[in-house]
Each structure stands twice: as structure tokens, then as C-alpha cells.
């Protein structure tokens, strides 16, 4: 289905959406951001929803608050509320370079295409925790994940994060929306059932700046979140999560777990075992050494690239051991 809009006008209508708890300084940093988008000002409208405060629109912004629901809820209930053919959906932490709504139109007037995403890179302004955060998100070593918060390539895909995505309001209401008991996690559902209606497109020019959760705690604590709902994910839904590459911290922890054990008890297997480790720790530096800019950071990136593999392999297992999860 071609987009009527685009067909007559040239660009769509399209409504940005921003779920949030409150309209906080990432939040007006993001809406301000929306503001100077290089789109026609009368072809979009945004969209905030906060879980409380008044109802109305002011300066071009809609408010519309929602109570204490997940961000899934959120997106729907604006969904319901946009007036545009295209939603445009973006996390409050998050802000948009100026050509994000721009550059998404030449990707959705393929017919075939129902949505377009693209990498959440770390803000400059961040601090030094928060950037070394963001190397660990965007090293090599995390996977095909890397590729989520670095311009690299454009590609297709099923699955894209929910940060920094465009999609056709008739697919989404097509699918049903997003999931609204799941979080972290629900854009991975909304992107296993969207690719069953149409392509999905991740693409370098689409980008958003996502301020990030500083090492060490509150990163690794969103880590085991993610790590969590993905293992759960794998056994319950399967698709975009049953890959071998969500698998693998899993299987290093398990390494050094029975590595660990055996160990005590043969010579050889040690020195098999501390060998591998070492091998890998140096990996991970020399990675590192690439990779991060600052060269001061890399001592925090290398400890939390380690530390992330970790908690992502044991909360992985978790997630598989799971019957469900709780909010």
C-alpha cells in the first residue's frame, strides 16, 4: 500500500510519538529536537505522553497523559490519536538529527517497505561513564547488536529498536499494535509480527542521539533487563530471538562456570581454562584500543564490555528458565 499523502503532497503526515514518565529535561531536549526537524512544519505533529499531568496542546505539542502503563500502552494510545499515515516513534532520552523524518520518506515509498529504522547514537554532551557505556553497546564484540548504536550500513532486517522507529500506521494497526505487557522487549515483538506484513528497514541516515545509562550499575542493571526478556523471548515467541548469536554470552558463562570446576581437578584443563580466559580478556582490550576514541575510557569500556557479557549470559538463562515474566 502506497501512501496516499505521498502520492498527492510529496511527503507524508506524519505523528511523532514520545512515550515518557514525565516531561523532564531528556524529554524537552527531545521535543525541541523534533521542533527543528528539516520536514514541513505543517506535515507533523507531536505527540508526548507522560503518566500524568494536564491533558492539551501547546506550541505544536500534544499532551496526552496516561497513567503509570508500559511504554507499549503508551505508543498505542497515541497511535489512536495521530493524525498522521506515518508514526514516527523516538524514546524521550532520545533526540533526532535534523534529516531523520526526511530521510525516512525515500524508504517508505517502497511498497514492500512498512517500516524504517536506524542506529541511536551516544550524544556528545554525555558524560565520560555514559560514552563508555556506548562503546561497550557499539563494540564488534557485542554482535550484530554494534550496529544498533553506530552509523555503519543499510540493511534489511527483523528487528529494530524502538528508540528510532518509522513505520506505516496501517501496518502497525494491521499486526495490532505494539505489545502491552512486555518491557524491555516489546520492540522486538512489534518487529516479529510486523515482518510478517512487510519489509523492515535499518538504514545509516535514519539517526538519533540516546543518552546513555552510565557504567556501571544502572548500564549493567538495563543489560540484565534486555538479556532477560530476550532469553524468555527465544523460548516463548522464537523468531528475531532464536539466534545463535543471543546465545553466545550464555555460553561463555557457562565456560567459566564448569571451566572452573573441572579445573580444580586436572592440571591441564586449568591451564586450558586460564588460557582462554586470557585470550579473551586480551581480545577484548585490543578491541578496545580500536575502537574507543577517548583513550582514557578504555579501561571502563574494556571492564564493562566484560562485565556486560556476563550479566547478558547469566540473565539470558534466566529469561529461558522463565514460565513468564512479571512487570
Not at 296 to 311: A, R
Request: proline residues 5%; positive net charge; hydrophobic residues 40%.
Amino acid at each position: 500500500m502506497r501512501l496516499k499523502v505521498i502520492e498527492s503532497v510529496g511527503e507524508p503526515f506524519v505523528s511523532i510519538i514520545i512515550p515518557c514518565k514525565s516531561i523532564d529535561r531528556y524529554t524537552q531536549e527531545c521535543i525541541e529536537g523534533c521542533k527543528k526537524l528539516d520536514y514541513p512544519k505543517s506535515k507533523y505533529e507531536i505527540i508526548v505522553l507522560p503518566d500524568g499531568g494536564g491533558r492539551g496542546e501547546a506550541n505544536g505539542v500534544k499532551i496526552i497523559p496516561t497513567g503509570p502503563v508500559t511504554p507499549g500502552a503508551k505508543r498505542n494510545k497515541g497511535a489512536k490519536k495521530a493524525r498522521g499515515e506515518v508514526l514516527a516513534f523516538i524514546d524521550s532520552d532520545a533526540y533526532p538529527r535534523e534529516d531523520w523524518l526526511k530521510n525516512s520518506v525515500k524508504y517508505l515509498l517502497d511498497d514492500q517497505v512498512v517500516a524504517v529504522g536506524g542506529p541511536a547514537i551516544t550524544p556528545p554532551q554525555d558524560g565520560d561513564m555514559q560514552k563508555a557505556s556506548g562503546y561497550v553497546f557499539s563494540s564488534i564484540l557485542m554482535g550484530g547488536l554494534s550496529r544498533r548504536y553506530k552509523v555503519k550500513r543499510t540493511v534489511e532486517t527483523d528487528d529494530v529498536h524502538s528508540c528510532n522507529l518509522i513505520v506505516k500506521k496501517w501496518a502497525l494497526e494491521k499486526i495490532g499494535g505494539w505489545n502491552e505487557k512486555y518491557w524491555p522487549g516489546e520492540d522486538t515483538l512489534f518487529c516479529l509480527f510486523l515482518k510478517k506484513v512487510g519489509r523492515i528497514i535499518e538504514t545509516t541516515d535514519l539517526v538519533v542521539y540516546h543518552h546513555r545509562k552510565p557504567l556501571f550499575k544502572k548500564h549493567l542493571k538495563q543489560v540484565s533487563r534486555f538479556a532477560l526478556h530476550r532469553g524468555f523471548f527465544a523460548k516463548r515467541f522464537k523468531g528475531n530471538s532464536l539466534k545463535l548469536i543471543y546465545f553466545i554470552p550464555s555460553i561463555l558463562v557457562l565456560f567459566l562456570f564448569f571451566g572452573l570446576i573441572f579445573s580444580l581437578f586436572n592440571e591441564f584443563v586449568r591451564l586450558i581454562y586460564l588460557a582462554s580466559i586470557a585470550v579473551y580478556l586480551i581480545t577484548c582490550l585490543i578491541v578496545n584500543f580500536f575502537e574507543v576514541k577517548e583513550r582514557s575510557l578504555i579501561p571502563m569500556v574494556w571492564i564493562g564490555l566484560v562485565l556486560t557479557h556476563i550479566v547478558y549470559g547469566v540473565y539470558f538463562l534466566i529469561g529461558l528458565l522463565k514460565r513468564d515474566l512479571e512487570r
